[in-house]
């Protein structure tokens, strides 16, 4: 079984259809990069896996749970999906530790000196450990983007979206942080990525997906997709966007 | 000898009004007036006028307006001008009102200055209630005499107070939809 | 000028204007308290709550916002003996403030809470927190410091609001005047040292309240 599945979803805002009859589905220990211009479905799909926008048809699994199911607790779902939106989102009234710890805090009780070191170790995955008590403010917007992918690991879902593939994230340390992802013990966590640049969706993903007007139009191995795209919107997409 | 509290009291309520909007109007003007006065001495390049003009409304800001209508009411005669609550209502309310229309003053178009006058406006209907105060018959005192005259002081002073939302709310109503239009243009 | 001004037999009589300041800081205090307090609820009612709550608390706002507080202070006191209500000025007095200043705290508290980004809110609920730990630890503290320059001039203004009080004889500082006025026949020196002493008392409101601000949200 997929750890994410995705099949058939359709939603609207009113009369507008952004997402059209989506199927994707995603394993455990996956990487996957969703691109694809803005206003072609990418994030108003993520909003969708954690229970953020409902949909009108379909259905959205995570680990089996039913995202769209009324009864659905979403709030341990959203646990279990960690999210990275493209707008940082970090809590500015909050230092770089207590944005980290806040969540394993008061969802899952975590005792405040625990937290901490947790936070310090996801910190260190990303390259910013030394940031632990400084303030959103302090940060560059790449250093904000790196910590709150370190906020959502430490909660450790199984499952992570970045709204956009960090542009602080060099080669390097992209490798450490997927790799410690994939020594998570449980298999690793897939992780869908949604780069508006095909360049880092090669060097980041292991699929790619190409989204278009609410639609998939190609999907398939990294490689292969970006050198070889068979629709013309994704030559169009790539030819203008990849250097 | 009580009498009831009939249509007739009303209409006495409602004709009250009509000095309610008089003294709003004259305060308008009157606090126009003062409040051009008073930017204009702010950007002058006269360093002590604009201290002036700076204290001026720092001290009118801080005061009550009751204040300033017991200053102006028990001053008129001291500069020579006999007792008249309808002299010292409307300077008060000029004064106290001047200080406020700092916001109605700067913007350049009129469009975007609709807003806050609409509501400069609506705080002047409201406070000519205090002209009852010294003893001025606008709607309020009315009302104060229309209770004393009936003893149906919850009667008479819901229907005041209906009649001053129905002056009041058409504006503050009028106001916000002029201030929806304008996000929409923006 | 008809006759020199005498101040003299004005600051004579300080022990009743200082009894008349406490009153109206007891008042200002006591308004504040309740009228933050119901500016709250109201305000989480409209921004969070069921649509026929928002419209109840719609109708609150903008009854108490479109009508003189001299007439809503005359309702609760002479008009509530006609349903056997039988208040003493003090009390009157205090819940006519806080209704008052209830519905222009909740437009307060309302446009502080609207200013926290709705990203921000959203981060919180998709890291797995709860409605009400969301408002607790990420839209609370961003709200107060948005609201807070507009609730302390607000709470300045009621602070001055308070002298309508006299006309329902509760002795405040502006009802010290008249029994200055009374006993010296000195009107206009009267009514100038009151001045003076609201002045006092608006600058001294400001300056505690930025004080507060500093100390609460510019320290970090």
Known sequence: ?243 | MIREFGLIDVMYLIAAARWTLALTATAFIGASLIGIVIAIARILPFAPLRWLAAAYIHIVQGTPLLVWLFVIFFGLPLVGISVNPWLAAATAFSVYGSALLRYVIVPQSVRVAIPPTVGFLVQLIKNTSLAAVIGFVELTREGQLTAAGTYKPFAVYITVAAIYFAMCFPLSQWSRSIERKLDVAR | MKYGLQFRDVFAAWESILEGVWITLLLSGLAMIGGLVIGIACAAARVYGPSWLRRIVGTYVEVIRNTPLLVQLFLIFFGLPSFGVRLDGLTAAIIALVINLGAYTTEIVRAGLEAVPKAQVEAGHSLGLSGLQVFRYVVMFPALKAMFPALASQFVLLMLATSVVSQISVEDLFHAASIVQSRTFRDFEVYTVIGVLYLGLAFAFRGLFAGIYYWAFVRR
């Open chain 1, 1 to 243: 079984m997929s750890l994410v599945e995705i099949h058939g979803i359709n939603k609207s805002y009113g009369s507008v259809q952004v997402l059209k009859d989506v199927t994707l589905d995603i394993a455990k220990g996956e990487v996957v990069a969703v691109i694809g211009r803005s206003g072609s479905g990418k994030s108003t799909m993520l909003r969708c896996i954690n229970g953020l926008e409902p949909i009108q048809a379909g259905v959205i699994r995570v680990d089996g749970t039913q995202v769209n199911d009324p009864a659905t607790n979403l709030r341990k779902l959203r646990q279990e999906v960690g999210i990275v939106f493209q707008s940082f989102n970090l809590f500015p009234h909050l230092s770089v530790c207590d944005n980290i710890t806040l969540a394993p805090r008061v969802v899952k009780k975590q005792a405040p000196q625990a937290a901490r070191e947790v936070a310090r170790e996801v910190l260190a995955r990303v390259g910013l450990e030394d940031k632990l008590d400084a303030y959103p403010s302090q940060l560059s917007g790449g250093q904000q983007q790196r910590v709150a992918i370190a906020r959502s690991l430490a909660m450790r879902p199984k499952l992570v979206w970045a709204g956009e593939a960090p542009a602080g994230l060099d080669r390097g340390r992209a490798g450490g942080v997927l790799g410690a992802r994939d020594a998570g013990g449980r298999g690793g966590r897939p992780m869908l990525r949604a780069p508006r640049e095909g360049g880092s969706a090669r060097r980041f993903g292991s699929r790619v997906v190409f989204m278009h007007e609410g639609r998939i139009h190609e999907q398939g191995p990294a490689a292969a997709v970006l050198a070889e795209p068979k629709t013309p919107e994704l030559q169009t997409f790539l030819s203008a966007v990849l250097h």
